[in-house]
């Protein structure tokens, strides 16, 4: 059955190019990103995992460990690791997992039959530290993921686990947010001293409470 958003990420051990490891043990209370990619040795592919690569900086001050996954061998994903950092300019330091026989790609459902019998498509997953699945999103292997935006959803996530606050569309970091509609419109002032505008009823906005 494939995961759904609040479920619990199911823990594996596989094979990654750091070496043996337990999905679990390896993230510790951080965030997780886990990926897969259709193949190795890939255009499209190459490009993600050097942008993932170069993003570690900001991954890292989000508390954030990320997993890259095709079903091809260690030894592929060893030889593609030098040509990433190569022509990308980067040092992927960061697990690619090894699943020749499918297990974590079928636990994950990354195998879509009418896409492609053989290979994984562009999953991502967003678990959080509970490993609670926050995000589920699948691109097809023609089209590259946007790491800005999986940056921008951890940063959404991560504000609205702590507040009463939800991001509207395209918000960035900085911005302002919603007020959930779950708080009355007079308990604002006391939750949010900076202040807030009523719009709608319905449509209260508050700076960004964490800034
Ligand atoms: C790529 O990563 O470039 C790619 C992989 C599978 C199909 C098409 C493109």
């Not at 509207?168 to 919603?178: R, S, Y």
Request: glycine share 4%; proline share 8%.
């Amino acid at each position: 059955m494939s995961l759904r958003l609040g479920d619990i990420a199911p823990n594996f051990q596989a094979l990654t190019s750091v070496g043996q490891i337990d999905f679990y043990d390896y993230l510790g209370d951080s965030w997780a990103v886990l990926f897969s990619h259709p193949a190795d040795y890939t255009p499209v592919c190459t490009t993600e995992l050097g942008r993932t690569a170069s993003l570690k900086n900001e991954f890292q001050k989000r508390n954030v460990k990320v997993l890259a996954l095709s079903v091809d061998p260690i030894e592929s994903h060893r030889g593609w690791i030098k040509d990433i950092n190569e022509t990308q300019h980067v040092e992927v330091d960061f697990p690619i997992i090894a699943d020749p026989d499918r297990k974590v790609s079928e636990l994950y459902d990354m195998i879509h039959p009418n896409a492609s019998a053989t290979a994984t498509v562009r999953s991502l997953f967003i678990i959080a530290p509970d490993k609670t699945v926050k995000l589920i999103i699948t691109y097809p292997a023609s089209t590259g993921r946007n790491f800005q935006e999986i940056l921008r959803v951890i940063d959404s996530l991560q504000l609205t686990a702590n507040y009463s606050v939800a991001t509207p569309a395209d918000w960035k970091e900085g911005e302002d947010v919603v007020v959930v509609p779950a708080i009355k419109t007079e308990d604002i002032p006391a939750k949010f001293p900076k202040g807030f505008r009523e719009i709608k009823p319905y449509l209260r906005m508050t700076p960004q409470p964490n800034k």
